[in-house]
T-cell receptor, first 117, second 118 residues
Framework: AQKITQTQPGMFVQEKEAVTLDCTYD???????LFWYKQPSSGEMIFLIY??????QNATEGRYSLNFQKARKSTNLVISASQLGDSAMYFC??????????????FGKGTLLTVNP | DTEVTQTPKHLVMGMTNKKSLKCEQH?????MYWYKQKAKKPPELMFV???????INESVPSRFSPECPNSSLLNLHLHALQPEDSALYLC?????????????????FGPGTRLTVL
């Protein structure tokens, strides 16, 4: 079974509108971290935002926020006021602490976001 | 500053060549990583160095040889590669390299090296 599932291969949004990218995860750990990365066509993986499994509040970083629903094992990324420069591939990733996988990030397959003018 | 640098940006090599990829960070991070990414796929972990020691080798073929000369530098030596090894090679670093660190340890990536093997 996939540990990280991103069900939207591609998404389109109009400039200045908000968009939500979905991510669900599967783990039996109590302690884990959830990350979102942006990868433009240039290739660099840019860290956007982090949510810890024990965090009570949804994480927010500028125009990025997470809708973290622990019981449903989902951590959706919300991008507000989309800009043309937001067009990129977005990866959701999880880092588990137990089971010897401490260093590993498990990535989803990604969602390709296109922002239309 | 969360900068990880990688050189070269692009590399074209023949199957008999020997080349090296270089990664550098000056953030005081003690864990460094090599990933391989094929087009339209997520990155795949290859190696992890923790405190300059190889911690994880994800069953990578021996034609890829990592090296960590010091805490700021990570190399990937390439020899006798195959065309299917053509990919984007990403380096990353994170603050801690201890097994008991929480899942909070963010990995910061470099811009990558686009490798083409002819």
């Amino acid at each position: 079974a996939q540990k990280i599932t991103q069900t939207q291969p591609g998404m389109f949004v109009q400039e200045k509108e908000a968009v939500t990218l979905d991510c669900t995860y599967d783990t039996s750990d109590q302690s884990y971290g959830l990350f979102w990365y942006k990868q433009p066509s240039s290739g660099e993986m840019i860290f956007l935002i982090y949510q810890g499994s024990y965090d009570e509040q949804n994480a927010t970083e500028g125009r990025y926020s997470l809708n973290f629903q622990k019981a449903r094992k989902s951590t959706n990324l919300v991008i507000s006021a989309s800009q043309l420069g937001d067009s990129a591939m977005y990866f959701c990733a999880m880092r588990e602490v137990s089971g010897g996988s401490n260093y590993k990030l498990t990535f989803g397959k990604g969602t390709l976001l296109t922002v239309n003018p | 500053d969360t900068e990880v640098t990688q050189t070269p940006k692009h590399l074209v090599m023949g199957m008999t060549n020997k080349k090296s990829l270089k990664c550098e960070q000056h953030m005081g991070h003690r864990a460094m990583y090599w990933y391989k990414q094929k087009a339209k796929k997520p990155p795949e972990l290859m190696f992890v160095y923790s405190y300059e020691k190889l911690s994880i080798n994800e069953s990578v073929p021996s034609r890829f040889s990592p090296e960590c000369p010091n805490s700021s530098l990570l190399n990937l030596h390439l020899h006798a590669l195959q065309p299917e090894d053509s990919a984007l090679y990403l380096c990353a670093s994170s603050f801690t390299g201890t097994p008991d660190s929480w899942g909070t340890d963010t990995q910061y990536f470099g811009p990558g090296t686009r490798l083409t093997v002819l």
